[in-house]
């Protein structure tokens, strides 16, 4: 157990709706990541926030959006989804920013299918 | 090219075999690289990471990073059923920026036939 907490563990939704997928990261990890892993695309980067202020941007898409509140959950906002959004969502967490250690913990992951 | 190349396989092998996974890169800035072990349907866990080239060993696990050639190995010895899992290389830039982030190979799929 990484100590990240994914919820929920799976989700099946219609074309065009939104969805929010929620983190816990470790206790005392200020760092969130989300990852986006397809079959196709492998594990792509996302978004990065560092104690509530967003630190880096990957290959996000507008549809989609983040935020990390102040006890440092986040959540990842899809909407408008296609099928193509389909895919393993994972969260990780680190104890510092980018410019810390290289160990990242990563969730359970949220599966999410697009129907 | 994409940034990171890694072979998906799948990679099969006997129980007790030497396995040898492979990445290679084309960013010559990147100078932290890391191994992740992904089982089935779980998130990735960290394996090993190296800085820079060399070589860093944990128990039956090796890994190689030859920056020359912009290609990292990791090396299983006496593999076990347990080590069937997709293995996933993993490197990043050095401190600062948006490149702080770490970029990703496809991972290989290994099974370890018993």
């Known amino acids: 157990d990484s100590g990240v907490t994914q919820t929920p563990k799976h989700l099946i939704t219609a074309t065009g709706q939104r969805v929010t997928l929620r983190c816990s990261p470790r206790s005392g990890d200020l760092s969130v990541y989300w990852y986006q892993q397809s079959l196709d695309q492998g594990l792509q980067f996302l978004i990065q926030?560092?104690?509530?202020?967003?630190?880096a941007k990957g290959n996000i898409l507008e549809r989609f959006s983040a935020q990390q509140f102040p006890d440092l959950h986040s959540e990842l906002n899809l909407s408008s989804l296609e099928l193509g959004d389909s895919a393993l969502y994972f969260c990780?967490?680190?104890?510092?920013?980018?410019?810390?250690?290289?160990?990242?913990?990563f969730g359970e992951g949220s599966w999410l299918t697009v129907v | 090219q994409k940034e990171v190349e890694q072979d998906p396989g799948p990679l099969s092998v006997p129980e007790g075999a030497i396995v040898s996974l492979n990445c290679t890169y084309s960013?010559?800035?990147?100078?932290?690289f890391m191994w992740y072990r992904q089982y089935s349907r779980k998130g990735p866990e960290l394996l090993m990471y190296?800085?820079?080239?060399g070589n860093k060993e944990d128990g039956r696990f090796t890994a190689q990073v030859d920056k020359s050639s912009k290609y990292i190995s990791l090396f299983i010895r006496d593999s076990q059923p347990s080590d069937s899992a997709t293995y996933l290389c993993a490197m990043r830039e050095n401190y600062g920026g948006s490149q702080g982030n770490l970029i990703f190979g496809k991972g290989t799929k290994l099974s370890v036939k018993p």
């Open positions: 960013n010559s800035a990147f100078q932290y």
């Open positions: 990780a967490s680190a104890r510092g920013g980018q410019n810390s250690g290289n160990t990242i913990y």
């Open positions: 926030y560092y104690n509530g202020e967003e630190r």
């Open positions: 190296t800085y820079s080239s």
